[in-house]
């Protein structure tokens, strides 16, 4: 076991190192982060942040040095930075699940080799293959198979003569084609394996989405219990497979005939794991640092049923928020990520509310989220930052 007051590493410095600090502080451990921007999210909550690109070897070589573990917060990092620091410190995940994950053809072609389910596909890597016929997959989604997520690096293909010209608008990149199927509802199981492989297993969200973003989070899941007990076997079926070390989250589709089809999975803890921070004996990040120093894993008992809410960059269209709708709210958890600038869909906080029900508590942060956008731009004082973000930064219509 790595002891409190070690430095533990973090290879990304978005909201999810933030929290993953948060965390560590309070079990006694220091963090530090590398990150490419001074101003990333994670800067105000790290003790160290190494500035410099996530595939700058000299910046591995002084996490190596300097952390006594490392860990990530973004699929983005080289599989190469974990490969080279595990060679010298313990890291989670490791290099493999990495790279099995953030190439969208792999992960589909490891899924289904470990008899877990997943959409019908097919390998789109060349002008000649998106010119062909695809009976079975259209209607379909064509998505490129690195560095797509929220929606992004996709494109739904209604027709076969739409393939070619969405592949080249995507970039002319290697693509998986995947059937749209009819869904009832989509759903994630988070855990943590140690590397005893013991696994812990938190309650089960429900996640609603928009424009590919997660939007809405509640846990308990309101669906079948059977829906649930299957993601949950695939969940650990995949970790194992993976010989996983760490906090993993898997996105499951629930089929409107019943069936379970994982579409994709994470190597980190995750937007709808967010509300074990505050309705869990021990929250997803608590368990990252857990996992990684080489502590017993926690209890992941959930101790009231709850809802999260994403804060999205278009509400800050107009201004400031309307904080005290929130604050004054029993129950209700307020986290900003410390991001100065809010762009259209990017994500700038969360609210958490806690409940007699997840369904409940979900109908509260909605009303309460369209409460926000209370405080226009020209009540705002003339030095606020709010006021040098040129109007173009933000989505000429928003709907809540």
Request: hydrophobic share 45%; charged share 20%; proline share 8%.
């Amino acid at each position: 076991m790595t002891p409190p007051g070690a430095m533990l590493g973090v290879l990304g410095g978005g909201q999810l190192a933030r929290m993953f600090a948060f965390a560590a502080h309070r079990l006694g451990y220091r963090v530090t982060a590398l990150d490419p921007s001074r101003d990333c999210a994670a800067a105000g909550a790290v003790d160290r942040l190494i500035c410099a690109p996530l595939d700058d070897r000299a910046a591995w070589l002084e996490m190596a040095r300097s952390c006594s573990a490392v860990t990530i917060e973004t699929e983005n990092v080289p599989a190469a930075a974990l490969r080279f620091i595990g060679e010298h410190v313990p890291v989670a995940p490791d290099a493999f699940a990495l790279e099995v994950s953030q190439h969208r053809l792999r992960e589909k072609n490891f899924l289904s080799k470990s008899g877990v389910p997943v959409a019908p596909y097919a390998d789109i890597a060349s002008k000649k293959a998106a010119s062909m016929q695809y009976p079975d997959l259209v209607p379909g989604i064509l998505k490129t198979c690195r560095h797509g997520y929220d929606g992004k690096g996709q494109w739904r293909i209604g027709a076969a003569h739409e393939l070619l010209p969405a592949f080249v608008s995507l970039g002319d990149v290697a693509c998986v084609l995947e059937a749209r199927l009819p869904l009832a509802a989509e759903l994630s199981v988070i855990l943590a394996r140690d590397d005893r492989g013991r696994i812990a297993l938190f309650p089960v969200p429900m996640n609603t989405h928009r424009d590919g973003v997660l939007d809405i989070s509640v846990a308990p899941a309101p669906l079948p219990l059977a829906a649930i007990r299957a993601a949950r076997k695939y969940a650990q079926r995949i970790a194992h497979a993976l010989n996983y070390r760490g906090v993993l989250c898997v996105e499951f589709f629930l089929l409107q005939n019943g069936n379970l089809i994982v579409n994709e999975i994470a190597p980190r803890p995750h937007n709808s794991g967010h509300f074990t921070i505050e309705a869990c004996q021990t929250s997803q990040f608590e368990q990252q640092v857990r996992v990684l120093a080489g502590m017993p894993l926690g209890s992941t008992r959930q101790t009231r049923p709850a809802a999260m809410v994403n804060l999205l960059g278009e509400l800050w269209q107009h201004g400031d928020m309307h904080w005290p709708a929130v604050l004054q709210e029993p129950g209700t958890h307020l986290h900003l990520y410390g991001k100065s600038v809010p762009r259209p869909g990017r994500k700038m906080g969360h609210i958490t509310c806690l409940g007699p029900s997840a369904p409940l508590a979900a109908e509260r942060l909605v009303a309460l989220r369209a409460e926000l956008p209370a405080i226009t731009r020209q009540d705002l004082p003339a030095k606020s930052p709010i006021n040098r973000i040129p109007q173009d930064h933000f989505a000429p219509n928003v709907h809540l």
